[in-house]
């Protein structure tokens, strides 16, 4: 393999393995702010029982989520220094933001909220929860602002230096290989930056994603305990809670993708016409829901809905879709290959489509499973709606909470094809129409050296995936602390918690 292609898989590997951790702590976050609020509400034990024990959860997460995430900022300088210094002053001003303003404030509160039991008043530990949960979704922000920048530019001029002299470039300058040693990308206009045309839609889809990840965690478990019949008063009310928050992140979710999809409408038509499959551009553009990608024959096989996508992109069901035939337009192509005849550009024009077969399967997964998700929410909630819910003598009930246990997996199914779709969709650019990935990996690693790395990369993660798999299903063993042991509190929190009759 290339270097090019080894380091792509480095990356991807090592990112698509952090991803496990932090949508969960960020959608566990926002649950403790639930949880804890209705304790500090109602005085109900039975919820400062529940804030405790998925604390413990969060922790887990949190930590794992740390350890693996380092690892990225590090393959920046190893393994694409030419990036690095190319997007240095844009790329690290994003990620410089999350250390100082999210994860330091995430993991300043963090000590209150895991130990501080106890030990600080209810409202000051309420206040940490809250930190926390914000800091974590702090952090998503940053990190969404520069991929998407990465997605649609803005915000930035291009400047060269040569011989000690800094000269700005013209907008609309070509990047050549030949610039990489004196071109660069600095900002001009950091909220255009921040604010790129895609990071509002984008940041959207990455926290309700990260929502669902926690809700359905939480609906998980507390499933499998009342399969098992075990912590049933408590299970009962985490359902309801992870439930209802996991139908609501649904519902947001599935508007949420209609404007994300239009803005890859606008921005990376490219990617829309490999996410979908669409190679001619043709009135009344049809939507494969699923299918089979022939990249030699360029065609799509599978279950198609005549005028479908035209009406999504367009809101018209006659409005072409251009495909990837025209794509990228003529005008592009002879920008950067001002030699090529009109024969030649056809030929040309591939070498900017990402791998369409697996752009289209990845979409098409995600899209799948979070339909999936919806359908069985809903199913959930009428079954609370009917009282069945918590009916364990119906086969139905049983059944439903089969398929809630192994429901933890869909968001992260969704979460993972949503990122490759994004990132996969967008190649051969590492920077879309700036800068090309091939153009931006380190010049004096090897592929050896990478090919070694990967392979203790992996050794590491399988032990940490081990080790969390390990510690996780301790913690849901041990479940949580009994309602004696949750009702032990210093006199001081009592004065300020209001007390509820238990029934």
């Not at 439930?243 to 038509?269: E, H, W, Y």
């Not at 339909?371 to 086969?395: E, N, Y």
């Not at 010049?443 to 940490?464: C, D, H, K």
């Not at 004696?484 to 007390?499: D, F, G, Y």
């Amino acid at each position: 393999m290339t270097v090019e292609t080894l380091a792509r898989i480095q990356f991807a590997f090592t990112v698509a393995f952090h991803y496990i951790y932090p949508p969960l702590s960020i959608g566990l976050g926002i649950l403790l702010v639930m949880m804890e609020g209705a304790w500090l509400r109602t005085g109900n034990p039975l919820f400062h029982n529940m804030a405790r024990f998925w604390t413990r959860i969060f922790a887990l997460t949190f930590a794992i989520g740390v350890a693996t995430g380092i690892v990225m900022e590090f393959e920046f300088g190893t393994n694409w220094a030419t990036y690095s210094r190319f997007v240095g002053d844009i790329f690290g001003s994003a990620l410089a933001a999350e250390g100082i303003f999210a994860f330091f404030l995430e993991s300043g509160f963090l000590a209150l909220l895991l130990f501080g039991w106890n030990k600080v008043g209810p409202r000051m530990h309420f206040f940490a929860t809250c930190m926390v949960a914000f800091g974590a979704h702090f952090s998503a922000v940053w990190i969404v602002v520069a991929n998407s920048w990465m997605q649609t530019p803005a915000g930035y001029h291009l400047e060269s230096t040569v011989n000690g002299q800094t000269v700005i470039l013209p907008p609309g300058h070509v990047v050549t290989p030949a610039d990489l040693t004196s071109v660069r990308a600095v900002v001009d206009d950091f909220w255009a930056m921040v604010f790129n045309p895609s990071t509002i839609d984008r940041l959207t889809h990455v926290v309700l994603g990260a929502w669902l990840a926690g809700a359905f965690l939480v609906v998980s478990i507390s499933a499998y305990y009342l399969l098992r019949s075990r912590h049933l008063e408590f299970s009962r009310a985490s359902l309801k809670i992870g439930l209802g928050f996991a139908t609501v992140a649904c519902v947001l979710q599935m508007i949420s993708a209609d404007f994300t999809a239009k803005g890859v409408v606008r921005n990376q038509p490219v990617k829309l016409a490999a996410m979908e499959g669409v190679y001619e551009t043709a009135p009344a553009t049809p939507m494969t829901l699923f299918g089979h990608v022939d990249a030699g024959e360029e065609k799509v096989g599978g279950p198609k809905v005549p005028g479908l996508l035209s009406f999504l992109a367009w809101g018209s069901f006659t409005k072409p879709v251009v495909g990837l035939r025209d794509l990228p337009s003529d005008e592009f192509l002879k920008s950067r290959h001002p030699q090529a005849t009109a024969g030649e550009l056809p030929v040309i024009r591939k070498q900017y489509w990402p791998n369409v077969a697996v752009v289209f399967q990845f979409y098409h997964i995600m899209i799948i499973v979070g339909v999936a998700l919806f359908v069985l929410s809903l199913i959930a909630c009428f079954f609370w709606w009917r009282g069945w819910l918590f009916d364990l003598s119906r086969p139905l009930t049983r059944w439903l909470l089969v398929a809630l246990v192994f429901s933890v997996l869909g968001p992260q199914i969704a979460n993972q094809a949503g990122w490759f779709t994004a990132e996969m969709g967008r190649q051969p650019w590492i920077v879309y129409e700036m800068l090309r990935t091939s153009e931006s990996l380190s010049r004096v690693v090897t592929a050896n050296q990478i090919v070694a790395s990967l392979i203790l990369f992996g050794l590491v993660y399988a032990l940490l995936f081990v080790m969390f798999v390990f510690l996780l299903t301790r913690k849901i063993q041990h479940g949580p602390d009994s309602e004696e042991e949750s009702e032990e509190m210093p006199e001081s929190w009592k004065a300020l918690v209001r007390t509820v009759p238990r029934a």
